[in-house]
C-alpha cells in the first residue's frame, strides 16, 4: 500500500520567513496530494492540493510543487506569519472512487514573532 | 448546515469496555473515513466506506469494527478496548478527494 513520509517533524522559523516541508510517497499510482492544516485542539483542514498533471500550484502565500519522477511534493510558506503556526500534514490518493488519503505524519510549525 | 458531528467528545474507558463513536455527515457524501491521530504518527486510517453499504480496512484496522448505518452516518465500534487505542479519533467525510472532518474524539483507555 501506499506509504507517505514527511520532513522535518518540527520546524521553527522567524516571522517573514519561509518555510518548506517535504514529503515523499510510494505508490505511482498516486494521483492527488494535499495538504491540510490543524490548528491546536482544532480538526484538520485542507489548505491546498496538486494534482499529477500540474508540477506546481500557488494560493497567496502558500505554493506546492510536484516532482512526480522523484515521487516528492513539497509545500512552501512564504512571509510566514504567527497564524501560520500549526501541524501541517501532507497526503496522497489515487484518486479511485473510495478517494482514501494516506497521510504523512505531520509538521509542527513555529513562527516567531 | 453542521457539516460533520461526531459523538462523544471525550471518552474514558476502562480495559476491556466497549463503545461506539457515532459519526453523522448532512453534506450528502458518498464516502465517510475513521482515522485516528496519535502524537507523531499523523493520521491512520482504520477504516472506510467509498458508499452506502460497502466498508473497508485501512491502514489501522484491528480492534475495530465499522457500520455504515446508511448515508449519513457511519460508526466505529471497540469491542474489547485496549490501553493502545487510546488516541484522538476524527470522522471524515469527502465530496471528490476533499475530507471534511469532525471535531474529534479523545478516548483514554485505561
Known amino acids: 500500500g501506499e506509504n507517505v513520509e514527511q520532513h522535518p517533524s518540527t520546524l521553527s522559523v522567524q516571522e517573514g520567513d519561509s518555510a518548506v516541508i517535504k514529503c515523499t510517497y510510494s505508490?505511482?499510482?498516486?494521483?492527488?496530494f494535499p495538504w491540510y492544516k490543524q490548528e491546536l485542539g482544532k480538526r484538520p483542514q485542507l489548505i491546498i492540493d496538486?494534482?499529477?498533471?500540474?508540477g506546481e500550484k500557488k494560493d497567496q502565500r502558500i505554493a506546492v510543487t510536484l516532482n512526480k519522477t522523484a515521487k516528492h511534493f513539497s509545500l512552501h510558506i512564504t512571509e510566514t506569519q504567527p497564524e501560520d503556526s500549526a501541524v501541517y500534514f501532507c497526503?496522497?490518493?489515487?484518486?479511485?472512487?473510495?478517494?482514501?488519503?494516506?497521510f504523512g505524519s505531520g509538521t509542527r510549525l513555529l513562527v516567531r514573532p | 448546515n453542521a457539516g460533520v458531528t461526531q459523538t462523544p467528545k471525550f471518552q474514558v474507558l476502562k480495559t476491556g469496555q466497549s463503545m461506539t463513536l457515532q459519526c453523522a455527515q448532512d453534506?450528502?457524501?458518498?464516502?465517510m473515513y475513521w482515522y485516528r491521530q496519535d502524537p507523531g504518527m499523523g493520521l491512520r486510517l482504520i477504516y472506510y466506506?467509498?458508499?452506502?453499504?460497502?466498508?473497508d480496512k485501512g491502514e489501522v484496522p484491528n480492534g475495530y469494527n465499522v457500520s455504515r448505518l446508511n448515508k449519513r452516518e457511519f460508526s466505529l465500534r471497540l469491542e474489547s478496548a485496549a490501553p493502545s487505542q487510546t488516541s484522538v479519533y476524527f470522522c471524515?467525510?469527502?465530496?471528490?478527494?476533499?475530507?471534511?472532518f469532525g471535531s474529534g474524539t479523545q478516548l483514554s483507555v485505561l
Open positions: 471524515a467525510s469527502s465530496a471528490m478527494e476533499k475530507l471534511f
Open positions: 505508490d505511482s499510482a498516486s494521483n492527488y
Open positions: 496538486i494534482r499529477s498533471n500540474v
Open positions: 497526503a496522497a490518493s489515487k484518486g479511485d472512487s473510495s478517494y482514501k488519503l494516506i
Open positions: 453534506m450528502n457524501h458518498n464516502s
Open positions: 466506506s467509498a458508499s452506502e453499504g460497502t466498508t
